[in-house]
């Protein structure tokens, strides 16, 4: 059985920086990446960053590149957004996601961000 926590939100000023992580108990055999979904209240799930797990290799919905970066731990059990400049347009529930093949499987509860000055 696969857990994922989500960690680390909370409520920054604009122009802010937060770190979220999530930590993972137990992989799905075909497990293949993690990644990270926000939604804003009345706002559809969205996409927000990816990491592969064998390769390291990251992807970002253009909205957040150059400000989010995404990272796993070296033992490979706990993924991290790392949130910087945060914009009125940022808020939302974070949630990781562990994808098997083109699916996500599993989720986690979700990080409420909260970006206000």
């Known amino acids: 059985q696969v857990q994922l926590m989500e960690s680390g939100g909370g409520l920054v000023q604009p122009g802010g920086s937060l770190r979220l992580s999530c930590a993972a108990s137990?992989?799905?055999?075909?497990?293949?990446?993690m990644s990270w979904f926000r939604q804003a209240p009345g706002e559809e799930r969205e996409f927000v960053a990816t990491?592969?797990?064998?390769?390291?290799?990251?992807y970002y919905v253009d909205s957040v590149k150059d400000r989010f970066t995404i990272a796993r731990d070296k033992d490979k059990t706990t993924e991290f957004l790392q949130l910087h400049s945060l914009t009125p347009e940022d808020p939302g529930v974070y949630s990781c996601?562990?994808?098997?093949?083109?699916?996500?499987?599993?989720w986690g509860q979700g990080a409420q961000v909260t970006v206000s000055s």
């Open positions: 137990g992989r799905a055999v075909s497990f293949s990446a």
């Open positions: 990491i592969t797990w064998s390769a390291g290799r990251t």
């Open positions: 996601a562990e994808r098997s093949g083109s699916q996500y499987d599993y």
